[in-house]
């Protein structure tokens, strides 16, 4: 199960929301991931942090005895700032749970790494320097906005802001995303990001083994 797995579900189940609801809970993403056997365990704790620089992060602990035990148990822990409003703290937990994705290399595992990763952040390093840990921080922010805000329901609502039917706001409010996104989300990076995470992610359609070549 992968990312992709995630999307598509996500996708789904905001095309049957309400109206006059947002469509993506995301507690939805949380039950998925945890149904889905990629963590065993994830808690979501508001406290103080300075959420300018540090908004939230997540420490995920292997709590399996023996490396090679085929059942996995990943327990994740996630610190939100307490000063974050609604749409804030829907996207600041959402982005951390896409963490638990990350490859080893690509983890703030410990104190050295996880403060070198608010360094790059911070102070945007050098290219060539970059670390892994701050290219999934990159990804993992455009992971959550593919699932806040479904291809689908993004095409809908861009169309209707190019058309000035609606404001920014108007679409920050419909899927209760802090207003600073909604030009990722309507700009063509976006499209970029659905390319490198959904449709090149894609298996490719097996031929029919009944039909000539």
């Known amino acids: 199960m992968s990312f992709l797995h995630l999307y598509k579900h996500i996708e789904e189940q905001a095309l049957k929301a309400e109206p006059d609801r ?19 365990e994830i808690k979501v704790h508001a406290v103080k942090l300075d959420k300018d620089l540090s908004p939230g992060h997540v420490i ?28 804030g703290l829907r996207f600041v937990s959402c982005k951390e749970m896409m963490h638990i994705f990350d490859s080893a290399d690509e983890e703030s595992s ?20 970059r670390s892994l840990m701050l290219g999934s921080e990159y990804r993992a922010e455009w992971m959550t906005l593919l699932l806040l805000c479904p291809k689908p329901l993004r095409d809908e609502y861009k169309a209707k802001l190019d058309a000035n ?47 000539p070549r």
């Open 110 to 129: 410990d104190r050295q790494r996880f403060f070198r990763l608010l360094a790059e952040i911070e102070t945007p390093p050098v290219p060539g320097t």
């Open 165 to 211: 039917d609606i404001t920014p706001y108007d679409v920050a409010w419909k899927f209760l995303i802090p207003q600073r996104y909604i030009g990722a989300l309507t700009g063509e990076r976006y499209d970029e990001a659905y390319q490198w995470l959904i449709t090149d992610a894609l298996e490719p359609e097996q031929p029919d083994p009944n039909e």
């Open 60 to 87: 995920i602990r292997d709590f399996r005895e023996e490396r090679w035990e085929a059942e996995s148990d990943f327990r994740a822990s996630i610190r939100v700032s307490d000063k974050l409003n609604r749409c």
């Open 22 to 40: 947002c469509p993506v809970d995301v507690g939805m993403v949380r039950d998925w991931i945890l149904e889905s056997g990629h963590a065993t």
